[in-house]
């Protein structure tokens, strides 16, 4: 017996796509779709022939039969509309980056606690089985202690109007990059410019720095002439590289890393071994990162449990995309992170 | 009809690669050899029959043939090396980087003035055919305007005692970046780390930015699970890839970029074009670098020329090395750089 | 305006695809479908909800308003289809091979003959943007005389129930070969062998030798750990790669080459000097081949031209696929080919 | 104690190579050289001054301490050098392949076993660490039953002026085959041809089968746009590449294959499933097997052992070498081996 309904707002690039998983996951009687462009709505309609188009937002609102709210819309609106949503009762999953500024985040996350409402970001590569292994290897300590850690992600083009390559490009690796290290840096600096004349940066080098002393790198890009998705992690015990971009050997684990031999007869001095080991690529299963999500998030409301990227992940990563901003329009300066969340 | 004599000093990593060049080269009529480590000069006299061993640097000094001296020693020796030599009227190649610091730099540069000898600073990729290609790719303007530059210089291994990876390799991209762009950087930040104990820096992230725009990112480490030496550059018109590890296709230019339409009926509304052409790799000479290097050093001195890479481009990189080294050192405070020569 | 409809038979692994680009090219009053699994059909009306099920045949056969039959059934049932539709006077677009035996082919070439229908094969990859733009480069001899061709086409799986590896796999290099080099081989031999127990040979090594002595190589398999998809074309002049899994650089066109310098002093004695340029890699067009291939198949019908690959393309790569089999059966024997149409 | 000396007849291009490992081995006495081209000698005895050069072939064959003679000449010549150096009591490896012809090889077998000598012939590749470890791999049961290997030798250059492509890249292969599987293949055919016109081979593709039903796929050129290295071998089990052009990862290991599953309902129909599991490329040692070739050599010569790659060996691929040239002059038939060591 399915219970309820849903509603995906936002049928512009990303939206079907949500759209199409919310349909195979076959949990709810019925689903509404909503987008101020009634284009984009016929054209899923006539794709997806079993939804429900309405017109106006108020419509879904006042539907008490809908109790989970998609919303894919352009950045600037999230709040707004997350807000409302949460506020007539549903349940909300917001796309990346959850909000455009910290407050508004802090405003959802308060909001839904006292509402009790499942308040989750789409931060989709955080349910990807490649991340969920690198997760499981770092946790394992088969790295050992990460000293750094190398992002890039460029491609040419898709230029965005609402928000900066930070925070389309970055979002991505923040995300994924808080899934895998549970301490939170604390400073990042950004350099970055906007070339192609819309004001909106489309190349940013970001740096972060933790108290631990891993640091890291985060590179992108919508200028670039090949398209580059690859992450590598430097371990004491081993290093590992993840490259999105394969269809085959996404994620390699190198069995190398330098040995201090401390030499006793020479007062302090050591001596450096390279290791040079196997390698290895572990199978990885090939379910949609975007199903499992939605799957997940459909699941944390119908039996009440935490989702994995909830507001705070979503409010954690607002957070540092300001910083980069900010940093990036001083000229790169160091911003210390107050991470009390 | 040969002149004088040569001497090469220091026949550790580095220096017996720079003694087979001055032999092949055969421009002079003794080749004297000193290295403070008598295994090392017994070692090469093994393999080059013809060298003349000197027990002491003084000999050298005194010796009034040799009038050209190769120093390839640790970094912190170069200076009183280099200064030696030219007060004792030998024309002088160093090993990059030039000195440990400006002032060092600046004093050789002021004595090879005063007394009207060549001091050359070996920074061997400015000489390479793959670095010389994409300079005039730059200055026949098929890139257009540089946007930015993005260049990752990793490997496992070799961690040096006298000399961070940012003096070790990130000397490499700045003197490569230095031929490739006339105007100066007027701001430089790294963030760095030491993981293996030897209070070196291993790994480092340095960005750099221009008054003109362009920006720049530098990655170098000693600890990586493989091997990358990639440059990519990013112009208005089109973008090239350097990378050195391949035998073939070093450089590889992409007829790609971005077009902005004006669209005359939107107020200032813009469209994006994704342009993507022809890839062309050229065809690059297979000299090696340190030869052409070697018989350019001697040429200027033989001739009379100004070194390609003299003096003030030893001081340019040792200067922004410096800044480096600080910006790290203040947890990746940027660093504006006063460019006077 | 619209005249003639159009009929689908067999929806299986490939069916669908000719379906929705039948449906895209947006040429025919209606769009009929068949198939014996009443569930294929089924799943098809989900996702294109216009197309009209039908559950014989016959009534395709005996519907007046069909002109046009696009058949993607096994392959044992595509002569007797393709005969019936051709004498009900269907124009007919056939999936390859196009038969199972030559007498076959002969004799739906010679009802489509007297009939005026149009005969075509499903030969998509002569319709693809890189086997065009290899034709133009051979055409244009920028290549040269070709020396010798070299095709791989191996990856994991699908193993198939009603062909074997050369007439699923080859048949796909036979029918680019023919494209690119008009001369026909005069003879071939292939060792294969079958070894997941399915009697259907899953491994081929082809050989084939032109008059002009032009020798090629095919490799096919359904076992192999990794997917490749590659053509090397080497010519007297230059060589190029054809790589069909890359997503940029498909084709690779190298100014490489050995030339012979005569020796006059020497008495006919040779040097050789090997010849290393830039490599070149054209832009492509993206469009979709199976499109083009369906558009054009319209527009033979529609305007009485001659399919490019018509009934004869069908038939010569039958004929090889029957030589190839025989030659494998017979382990290994050279198959001279009696080329005679 | 050193007891013995030895000779290397023949510097051009591999003799040198084998005298600098003859030399590091330290294991005679002196080390005697011998070419008809004295410029040739001159220029090894300036890198290696340690070594004596002697004017004829008689004097080595007459010099009693001399107890090991290695032949790096031509082909054409290997035979009466080493019929003559067995028949003077030294001890001999000979460069690959053995000898132009089986009657050759065969005489000197039977000359070593008489005289109770060493006879070793140079597959280098069978002392590599890559198929050291492939073997191990193969006779640890890893892969399975073998199904096929696909062997690919291809690069542009350098052709030689005394043994075709045959003799002088599938020797490799061949050698490497035999290494890996014990059994002796029963037929092979060859279509090839001479392009640059020195009426040697520079092409060919040679298929072998062997009675186990394991088919062979060895593709060789000298002319290819690119340097290709790889051998493709898939067993009932697993499947492994081994790229010998790479400096990491020369082997990888898939733990790829097809499962037959027989379904017991339908009288005989089974069903196929495709496995993928982890890919793992075992790290390998990094010695050059030249080196471990000349080891093995002197400890089998000096301690009485079978060596290697002993006569048999050798001839075993000339026999596979002179059937290959048989069958591509005779246009690719099918030559059966009659085995008879």
């Not at 898709?158 to 301490?183: C, N, P, Q, W, Y």
Request: a neutral charge; one cysteine or more; aromatic letters at 8%.
């Amino acid at each position: 017996m399915k219970n309820h309904s849903a509603a995906v707002i936002g049928l512009g690039y990303w939206g079907p796509n949500v759209l199409r998983n919310v349909i195979d996951v076959d949990k709810f009687d019925d689903i509404y779709c909503h987008d101020l462009d009634i284009s984009k709505i016929d054209k899923c309609k006539r794709r997806f022939t079993s939804i429900k188009p309405v017109s106006s937002y108020e419509n879904i609102l006042n539907n008490d039969d809908i109790n989970c709210v998609f919303i894919c819309t352009p950045l600037s609106t999230h709040y707004q509309l997350a807000k409302d949503a949460l506020l007539n009762g549903k349940n909300v999953l917001i796309e990346k980056p959850m909000t455009s500024t910290v407050e508004e985040a802090k405003e959802l996350i308060d909001i839904s606690n006292k509402k009790s409402l499942k308040l989750m970001v789409g931060h989709t590569f955080e349910f990807s089985p490649p991340v969920e292994k690198i997760k499981e290897i770092i946790q394992n300590g088969m790295l050992g202690d990460i000293y750094f850690i190398s992002m890039t992600r460029i491609n040419l083009g898709i230029h965005r109007k609402d928000v900066s390559v930070i925070g389309d490009l970055a979002t991505h690796d923040l995300s994924i990059l808080f899934r895998l290290i549970e301490e939170e840096p604390y400073s990042i600096s950004a350099v970055s410019n906007s070339f192609v004349k819309n004001k909106l940066k489309d190349v940013a080098f970001i740096n972060l720095r933790y108290k631990s002393g891993t640091i890291v790198n985060i590179n992108v890009s919508w200028l670039s002439p090949k398209k580059i998705r690859e992450t590598i992690i430097v371990g004491s015990k081993k290093m590992l590289i993840y490259d999105d971009t394969k269809s085959d050997e996404k994620i390699k684990i190198f069995d190398r890393g330098v040995d201090v031999l401390k030499d006793p007869d020479s007062f302090g001095e050591y001596q450096l071994t390279y290791r040079t080991g196997d390698i290895i690529s572990p199978v990885l299963e090939a379910t949609e990162p975007l199903k499992i999500e939605i799957s997940h998030f459909i699941d944390c409301v119908n039996n009440g449990l935490k989702p994995k990227t909830d507001g705070y992940c979503g409010l954690k990563v607002v957070r540092f995309l300001e910083a980069a901003e900010k940093s990036s329009d001083r000229g790169g300066e160091v911003i210390i992170i107050n991470g009390a969340k």
